[in-house]
Nanobody, 120 residues
Framework: QVQLVESGGGLVQAGGSLRLSCVAS????????MGWYRQAPGKQRELVAT???????NYADSVKGRFTISRDIAKNTVYLRMNILKPNDADVYYC??????????????WGQGTQVTVSS
């Protein structure tokens, strides 16, 4: 059974940094795009950044130049380095991955979310 487990969220002052990690496990045959999304209460989940197997990245305009997504394919892990954090970056951050197993075709999987809080 595929699982995505995030870690690294927490409380940080505005201008500070955090690094989120997400490890995928559970019978993975192939994993394509991995990414990070965030969601505030009562709002839709929004894209933060994605990264392909080849290393191509895509960022939301609001985080360009401050956030960096990376991945370790051998470890089935994706990271999000967040610098110069702002109060409006405070959200629950979710890891996402497109994964195929030997029994289930390519499917979207989500982590449970990790809270990022930024104090002003």
């Amino acid at each position: 059974q595929v699982q995505l487990v995030e870690s690294g969220g927490g409380l940080v002052q505005a201008g500070g940094s955090l690094r989120l990690s997400c490890v995928a496990s559970g019978g993975i045959f192939r994993m394509d795009v991995m990414g990070w999304y965030r969601q505030a209460p009562g709002k839709q989940r929004e894209l933060v950044a994605t990264i392909t197997n080849g290393g191509s990245t895509n960022y939301a305009d609001s985080v360009k130049g401050r956030f960096t997504i990376s991945r370790d394919i051998a470890k089935n892990t994706v990271y999000l380095r967040m610098n110069i954090l702002k109060p409006n970056d405070a959200d629950v951050y979710y890891c996402n991955a497109h994964i195929a197993t030997h029994y289930v075709p390519r499917t979207d999987y989500w982590g449970q979310g990790t809270q990022v809080t930024v104090s002003s």
